[in-house]
Structures are given as structure tokens and as C-alpha cells.
């Protein structure tokens, strides 16, 4: 019975940003647990790679600051299945580290991405919701949407995560009588590509290892349960919440 609580079988995901790092990783998790998983993202090499591995997985190129391929998206969805039942927003841009090195137009940039195309795709995926309007959104926020990284984080890219968690708690407001869950994941300092600089840095390594709890960064595996979690139907009384994996960070 606890396996089956946490199975996709029959259920169509959507997962942006998938070409690579904890985003390829998402679409892997999702398909083992049984889902049609459309990985979407501008690098159409890199998602074939993504989708070689699993049959499950369909490559979708998407370039989620454009309106309208995230339309495109939706529909390519409905088409192929008929049916949309999990999206994970985890497409994103990080943006300067230091504010005064980005102008209006670069923290623009990143709240189209970061913020904008999450709220779009979501509200997509809520106006396609069938009779069967079981769904749950998953947004990638971060632990800098809850707290400063200074001087590793960025303005544009904290505002934007913060952005995203309040976007969690009032969709899940709006649509939680409609079925459609709305939470989510806030990794803290992950292994990633977006990442890699600064764990190849030792002095931008250690700090992180000094100031979390657990002395480490995470690893992609690490997010798997609470991916799953979310997504299925283990989580069906969670909605407006964020599920924070840090290591302890943010406890500190």
C-alpha cells in the first residue's frame, strides 16, 4: 500500500528546465514512478540524452520565457495524452551575485523565467484540470527565497524565489477547492550545473560546508523523496506549503 502512494502510474508530468542537472534528474524520478514525462528545455541535444534513458520521457523544446512556447508546451501535452497531471517548475536563471552589477533589464530577465513562466504554466495546467481534477504543481523555489545568501545569492534571483513561494501559497488558495495542489521545493546548496563554480571554488565550498548543519552540499539524490512526495498522491492534504531540504540551513 506505501508503494502505491507514491506511484505516477497513468499520470502525465511536465518538468521545465530538464536538459540537465536536478531538472534531468526530476524527469528520471518521475518516469521510474510510472509517469509519461514530457522534459522540456532549449537544449534539444541534451534533452534527447535526457530521454534516451528512459521511454517514458519525451523531449519537448522550450524556452519557457517565451509565451508562446509555453503554450506550445501545454498543447503538445494534451495532445500526446490527453490528460496533465504534474508540473514541476523547475526551469531558472540565477543572475548577478552583487545588485549593483544588474540593471532593470537583467532583473526583468530573470523574473520572466524564475516567476512569470511558473504562474503562466501553472495557470495552464489549472484551466486544462478534466473531470478528474486531481493535479499538483511542484515549484523549485530555493532557500534563498526564505533567507539572504550574501554574498553568494543575487537580488534578482532571491526576489524572484521569494516571488515564487508567496505565488505557491495564494494558487493553492485559489484553486485548492478545484483539486489542483499547489507546494513547494526549496533545495539549499545543491550540486548542480547552475552551482558547479561555486563548489569548484575551495573557499566558496567550505562555506557552505561551515554553515550547514549536516557540513555538507547536497547531492541531486537527495531530492528525490521529497520530488515524489510532492508530486503524488502521498502529499493529496498538502497544498500552499513549502518543503525546505537544506541540510540545515535555514535552521541555523
Not at 489542483?180 to 558547479?196: D, H, K
Request: hydrophobic share 50%.
Amino acid at each position: 500500500m506505501n508503494s502505491e502512494l507514491f506511484s505516477l502510474c497513468g499520470r502525465t508530468a511536465v518538468v521545465t528546465g530538464a536538459s540537465s542537472g536536478l531538472g534531468a534528474r526530476f524527469a528520471a524520478v518521475l518516469a521510474a514512478a510510472g509517469a509519461t514525462v514530457f522534459a522540456a528545455a532549449r537544449r534539444v541535444e541534451r534533452l534527447a540524452e535526457v530521454a534516451a534513458a528512459d521511454a517514458r520521457i519525451h523531449p519537448v523544446a522550450c524556452d519557457v520565457s517565451s509565451e508562446a512556447d509555453r503554450a506550445r508546451l501545454v498543447e503538445t501535452v494534451l495532445a500526446a495524452t490527453g490528460r496533465f497531471d504534474v508540473l514541476v517548475n523547475n526551469a531558472g536563471m540565477s543572475g548577478a551575485p552583487r545588485a549593483a552589477d544588474e540593471t532593470p533589464d537583467d532583473f526583468a530577465d530573470v523574473l520572466a523565467v524564475n516567476l512569470v513562466a511558473p504562474f503562466h504554466l501553472a495557470r495552464l495546467m489549472a484551466e486544462a484540470a478534466g473531470p478528474d481534477t486531481s493535479r499538483s504543481i511542484v515549484n523549485v523555489a530555493s532557500i534563498l527565497g526564505l533567507v539572504s545568501g550574501a554574498p553568494m545569492g543575487g537580488a534578482s534571483y532571491a526576489a524572484s524565489k521569494a516571488g515564487l513561494l508567496g505565488l505557491t501559497r495564494e494558487l493553492a488558495g485559489q484553486w485548492g477547492r478545484t483539486g489542483v495542489r499547489v507546494n513547494a521545493l526549496a533545495p539549499g546548496w545543491f550540486r548542480s550545473e547552475m552551482t558547479e563554480a561555486l563548489f569548484a571554488d575551495t573557499r566558496s565550498s567550505a562555506w557552505v560546508e561551515r554553515n550547514t548543519m549536516l557540513r555538507r552540499g547536497g547531492e541531486g539524490g537527495e531530492l528525490d523523496g521529497a520530488l515524489l512526495f510532492l508530486a503524488s498522491d502521498a502529499s493529496s492534504y498538502c497544498t500552499g506549503q513549502v518543503l525546505v531540504v537544506d541540510g540545515g540551513w535555514t535552521a541555523r
